[in-house]
Nanobody, 112 residues
Framework: QVHLVESGGGLVQAGGSLRLSCAAS????????MGWYRQAPGKSRELVAT????GGTDYADSRFTISRDNAKNTVSLQIDSLKPTDTAVYYC?????????WGQGTQVTVSS
């Protein structure tokens, strides 16, 4: 079973930057796309950024930068110019061992 553990959330002032990290662990036979989603209070979970094993990326906003280390099965997300509307729980995601895997989420709160 694959597990994802996120770190790096917290309280940040608007205009600042934040870096989230996520590590996959467990018995990994196959791991493909990794990424980040977020869910704000009262809203649906939405895509933030994804990255394939080959480095192909997809972003919801140009303020996000995603990277991964395939050897370590880790993925990171840099968020710049943070806005109060970025406040949400951020979830790490991967498709590993032929199934969707989600982390427990890390809270990001941006104060104005």
């Amino acid at each position: 079973q694959v597990h994802l553990v996120e770190s790096g959330g917290g309280l940040v002032q608007a205009g600042g930057s934040l870096r989230l990290s996520c590590a996959a662990s467990g018995t990994i036979y196959s791991i493909n796309t990794m990424g980040w989603y977020r869910q704000a209070p009262g809203k649906s979970r939405e895509l933030v950024a994804t990255i394939t094993t080959g480095g192909g990326t997809d972003y919801a906003d140009s303020r996000f930068t995603i990277s991964r280390d395939n050897a370590k099965n880790t993925v990171s997300l840099q968020i710049d110019s943070l806005k109060p509307t970025d406040t949400a729980v951020y979830y790490c995601y991967t498709f590993a061992n032929w199934r969707d895997v989600w982390g427990q989420g890390t809270q990001v709160t941006v104060s104005s």
